[in-house]
């Protein structure tokens, strides 16, 4: 409470100032939290309701149809309906998980590398390497990714033999699986600079105190890294987490198979759906299903799901991230 | 190695590619500046950086300050209270979840926009079906989805309470205080966050893909939603590489000039 003095806080002047202020946040949330609560009770809405003017804020009756729907969805749906959308989950969870067990511990060694155990002049020349990645952006490596997952490690179909031999080069097509979407982002730049900033910080004593008491490199990461940068790794982890989480682009052109979709696919062609059977009748299958009471609620009650996870996360990281983000390799 | 495999390697790539007259089936032949020249008659790249150039800006004028400014009110509260202020704004939605809901707002027929407009009695607009305001329907999700920056709070609450004791001591208001000690504070991170926010925004793809699907009469057609057609709609991905190699000059000459006029540190 920097900006008001405490000691003017009961002229008339200041407490209008911190009135304004008060309700300017209040309304900033009530606005933030409107859609949410908006998707919440229309994904307990029955089909009927939804589309009622002047709007329900309560539903009149409640259920939990969408998703029951949804968990117990029998083959023979149409195009991303043919699954339950706990398979979406699971794609999702595992794609994230995988980014998150292999991006974070390569990253951080790789930070931690560059911070303690290079000498400065290697450090630099290294480091810029490592940096250099985020100032191109995403885009311009997009294709060139896309080719190399489809014939790791060729950009091309004309894959060369081994020197001296008529075999050809191992390779394999990583797309239409979950690696395709992983591999891509086991390093991040952004990760590699919140991790340096942090390890630039512990003193050098500190470990080499360690090393003559005879630990190993890796023993010193474990037991005194670690346990010192639970703050930067709450970040890196929401952060990797939520943007995981969230990947849209990416999934969309390496997977072709609906069993295969994270649910940020998922959920944008189920809208489509929902979107085009406005104007031509969609399948039977589709129709019986959105006969059934499946339409806009069905829609939130995915994006409900969706959120769900984000939402744990953060509450589960939120001490640390508080306290965490201090961006020291922001310069 | 995964940096230089994943980060350089596919950059290399891009660099042969675009020169390339890519074929899935055939050997790739070498064919100059090609795929740069076809750009120079089409129509459709100039809509395109003009749209995301409008959507950067719009972006910036619009929904870049607000979580600065929320930041720094926010501090002004009660630590109990910034506590439940901030569960309450990271209450997150997850990006797709947002843009579809607000793809459901703005639906003409049966969105919320038009029942309250109807029920207001002023006449109907047409949202994300209009060309003029597609652009400004794209951006104002992130008016409203705005949380406070957890990198504008961490600054903040590094700045020394001195600092705003002596400036009360020599007189500065409110606002003063808020223009001469905060911001020159956490002007290092707002110029990180401008230019990250400019390349992020540049790049945008979701929004626009999924809401309007390049919108009516290309009115919010994106630079990467171009890219994403020439190289897997029409299977043309030596000249989408060109484009990208294009976007990528573009992009780093903002990241020049900003490098250029924001360079100061506010404690020398």
């Known amino acids: 409470m920097p900006l008001i003095p405490k000691v003017g806080r009961k002229k008339i002047s200041m407490r209008f100032l911190m009135g304004t202020i008060t309700a300017v946040l209040w309304l900033g949330v009530a606005l933030h939290l409107f859609p949410v609560w908006w998707m919440f009770t229309t994904s307990i809405k029955p089909s009927y309701e939804i589309l009622k003017f002047p709007p329900t804020l309560w ?60 000498s400065p002049r290697w450090t630099r020349l290294l480091f810029l390497i490592c940096i250099g990645t985020m100032l191109i952006p995403m885009q311009v490596s997009l294709i060139p990714r896309y080719l190399i997952m489809r014939h ?19 390779h394999y097509n990583f797309l239409n699986s979950y690696w395709a979407v992983i591999l891509p982002s086991i390093y991040s730049p952004f990760n590699l600079l919140l991790f340096k900033g942090f390890f630039d910080t512990v003193p050098p004593e500190l470990i080499n105190a360690a090393r003559l008491d005879g630990a190993s490199e890796l023993g010193i990461f474990r037991r005194i890294i670690l346990p010192m940068s639970k703050p930067v790794f709450a970040v890196v982890s929401y952060f990797t987490f939520s943007s995981a989480w969230n990947m849209f682009m990416w999934p969309l052109i390496v997977i072709q198979k609906n069993k295969l979709y994270p649910l940020s696919v998922m959920l944008y062609k189920f809208q489509n759906i929902l979107q085009s059977q406005q104007v031509v009748p969609a399948e ?6 959105l006969e059934s009471g499946m339409s806009y609620n069905g829609l939130m009650a995915i994006s409900i799901i969706e959120s769900i996870p984000v939402f744990i996360m953060f509450v589960l990281l939120r001490e640390q991230l508080m306290t965490g983000i201090k961006l020291r390799g922001f310069k | 190695m995964a940096c230089i495999v994943f980060g350089w390697y596919p950059i290399g790539v891009a660099l042969v590619v675009a020169f390339q007259k890519f074929s899935v089936v055939r050997p790739c032949t070498y064919i100059g500046l090609d795929n740069f020249k076809y750009f120079i008659d089409d129509p459709t790249i100039y809509i395109s950086f003009r749209n995301i150039f409008y959507y950067a800006g719009l972006n910036i004028i619009l929904v870049f300050m607000v979580p600065i400014f929320i930041s720094i009110f926010l501090m002004e509260m009660r630590k109990s209270i910034i506590r439940i202020m901030m569960i309450l704004w990271f209450i ?11 793809k459901w707002f703005y639906n003409v027929q049966y969105g919320l926009f038009n029942g309250i407009l109807r029920y207001l009695g002023f006449p109907e607009l047409q949202w994300l079906q209009d060309e ?13 989805m705005f949380g406070p920056g957890l990198i504008y709070i961490a600054t903040l609450q590094g700045i020394p309470e001195e600092l705003y004791e002596a400036a009360h001591l020599e007189g500065a208001s409110f606002f003063q205080k808020i223009w001469h000690v905060t911001l020159p504070r956490i002007r290092p991170i707002i110029a990180m966050m401008l230019l990250l926010s400019i390349i992020g925004n540049l790049q945008v793809f979701d929004q626009p893909y999924v809401m309007t699907g390049g919108g009516p009469n290309f009115a919010t057609y994106s630079v990467v939603m171009y890219l ?3 190289a897997f709609e029409q299977m043309r991905f030596g000249r989408a590489t060109a484009l990208s190699l294009i976007l990528f000059v573009v992009i780093m000459v903002f990241v020049i000039i900003q490098r250029k006029y924001f360079k100061e540190n506010p404690d020398i």
């Not at chain 1, 023979?76 to 998980?97: C, E, F, H, R």
């Not at chain 1, 490690?153 to 050809?168: E, G």
């Not at chain 1, 039977?284 to 299903?289: C, K, N």
């Not at chain 2, 003029?132 to 409203?144: D, K, Q, S, T, W």
């Open chain 1, 152 to 170: 790791f490690p060729f950009p091309t179909r004309h894959i060369p033999n081994i020197p001296f031999t008529d075999i050809p080069f191992p």
């Open chain 2, 92 to 102: 997150p939605v997850a990006s797709m979840a947002g843009i579809i809901i607000w």
């Open chain 2, 132 to 144: 003029n305001l597609a652009m400004i329907c794209l951006v104002l999700p992130g008016l409203i």
């Open chain 1, 284 to 289: 039977p299958e589709t129709r019986r299903l």
């Open chain 1, 59 to 118: 539903p009149a009756h409640p259920s939990l149809a969408a998703y029951r729907l949804f968990f117990y969805l029998s083959a023979g749906g149409w195009d991303v309906l043919q699954y339950p959308i706990k398979i979406y989950m699971k794609n999702s969870g595992i794609i994230t998980a995988g980014i998150m067990l292999i991006q974070i511990p390569i990253t951080a060694l790789m930070a931690y590398a560059l911070s303690k155990l290079y």
């Open chain 2, 228 to 230: 994403f057609d020439i």
